[in-house]
């Protein structure tokens, strides 16, 4: 999967934007200002790409338990992130697909009432 894909998956969803405030190498993908989605894409570019998702916590370790690719979010909270390890090839699209929708649903199940209410009248 390519950055490209990702990329426009991400953008496609309600209230998203992307950024990057950390360097100019690590792509945040936010919604209503809340980030949900960290991709270096230096990594990408080495043919070495992770992606770093929020996550449920229990199902964040079902994950952990049942794919080699899918590990403890890399700075990230260890309880909250996972960091989906690409480049080994594990994790099909449609899966991929599920954990980007799960974190943006967190996300935007864990904002404000005012920020809900925004969001909700895009």
């Known amino acids: 999967m390519n950055i490209d894909i990702i990329r426009d998956y991400c953008l496609s969803k309600k209230g ?3 950024d990057f405030p950390f360097d100019a190498d690590t792509l ?8 949900f989605a960290l991709a270096p894409l230096e ?3 080495r043919g070495e790409a992770f992606l770093n998702l929020k996550c449920d916590p229990e ?3 079902e ?3 049942t794919y080699e690719s899918i590990e403890p979010g890399f700075h990230m909270s260890k309880t909250h992130w996972n960091s989906l390890y690409l480049y080994k090839n594990e ?3 449609k899966l991929l ?3 980007i929708d799960h974190s943006y649903k967190m996300v935007v199940k864990g904002m404000t009432k005012k ?3 925004e969001f909700n009248n895009l």
């Open 115 to 117: 920020l809900q209410d």
């Open 91 to 93: 994790i099909q699209p």
């Open 28 to 35: 945040v993908f936010k919604v209503m200002g809340k980030m």
């Open 63 to 65: 994950l952990r338990e």
């Open 97 to 99: 697909y599920e954990l």
């Open 43 to 45: 990594k990408f570019e």
């Open 16 to 18: 998203v934007t992307e």
């Open 59 to 61: 199902y964040a370790l």
